[in-house]
């Protein structure tokens, strides 16, 4: 039986063509019968991928074969199942874009990268040596989430700080804002799905005074890997496809509560209102149409 995998990457690297990227990208996943969407700009690669197992290691060799996109960690999961034509259940299509920034802080101006990837980002944390971090470090030890709220309402580390940001883009103002500037003399490990967004957010706190920045390197999904529901985390991580979120074990909490009912639960859903364009963690017995009276700042109440 066919195999329905997901995979999740990313690479930093200067890139002369991106376009001319783009369309060896297009070609080759269309060619693997793949789904998913892929992002490039003059900085990187941000890719999730869909489809069979077998078309996706071919995928990686070949992808693999471009000298900046060598190193690429590629992060596996499992997908939901494969349709009649062997495609991914879990993406509607195939997506290859090429943008300003592979993900969107809205400030393309302050990033740098090179060959060996962004400059100025903080340092990298395996799960391994996170531990060992709370060990010496202990309460003095932050975690920030770089995800959006939503997000963070059914899944993040004990005790972690999470912006009030509903998009990405919404990171600058918010550290612009002199809210979390207690923290600059605290080390501060900085959080998310893969591990891109922390990337870009680690050296953008580093840029603006943040004097001890780490970033958990291969995310949520290396740290859910390696320590399960058995460690810091707490909770489902949230993803951005068909399954909504994965969990690490049988056995995980359930930290989200209903912002119609309060019930728990880790299920999202987008709001039904024509006019309302947000998404809400919201149990089943309550249609999301009744979310639209609430915002963001319920979910983590």
């Not at 195939?94 to 060959?115: C, H, M, N, T, Y």
């Not at 390197?217 to 909770?235: A, T």
Request: overall charge negative; some cysteine.
């Amino acid at each position: 039986m066919a195999l329905a995998k997901i995979l999740l990457y990313y690479a930093f690297a200067p890139i002369a063509d991106p376009d001319a990227v783009r369309l060896w990208q297009r070609d080759l996943a269309e060619s693997l019968g793949l789904r998913g969407r892929i992002l490039l700009s003059k900085d990187g690669i941000n890719g999730t991928l869909g489809g069979e197992m077998g078309a996706l290691k071919r995928y990686v060799r070949k992808t693999r074969e471009y000298p900046a996109f060598k190193h690429i960690d590629f992060k596996w999961s499992e997908g939901t199942g494969l349709d009649e034509q062997g495609a991914s259940l879990d993406f509607p299509k195939l997506s290859v874009k090429v943008r300003d920034e592979i993900v969107s802080f809205g400030a393309p101006g302050e990033l740098r990268v090179d060959e060996q990837g962004v400059v100025g980002g903080g340092a990298k944390l395996s799960p391994d040596a996170l531990h060992e971090l709370m060990a010496e470090r202990g309460d003095d030890v932050v975690f920030f989430d770089g995800r959006n709220a939503l997000e963070a309402a059914i899944g993040r580390f004990a005790g972690a700080v999470v912006p009030d940001v509903e998009t990405t883009r919404d990171f600058v103002d918010e550290l612009d804002s002199g809210k979390y500037d207690e923290l600059k003399g605290r080390p501060v490990v900085t959080y998310c799905t893969g591990g891109i967004r922390c990337e870009v957010l680690s050296s953008l706190m580093t840029s603006r005074g943040f004097g001890e920045v780490y970033q958990l390197e291969g995310g949520i999904v290396r740290y859910g890997e390696r320590f399960g529901d058995g460690g810091l985390w707490q909770g489902s991580l949230y993803v951005f496809d068909g399954r909504g979120s994965v969990d690490f074990s049988d056995h995980t909490a359930v930290i989200g509560t209903c912002v119609a009912c309060g019930a728990p639960t880790k299920r999202t859903a987008n709001c039904t209102d024509a006019a309302c364009r947000a998404q809400f963690v919201v149990c089943e017995s309550c249609d999301a149409t009744t979310c639209a009276k609430h915002t963001t700042t319920a979910l983590l109440a």
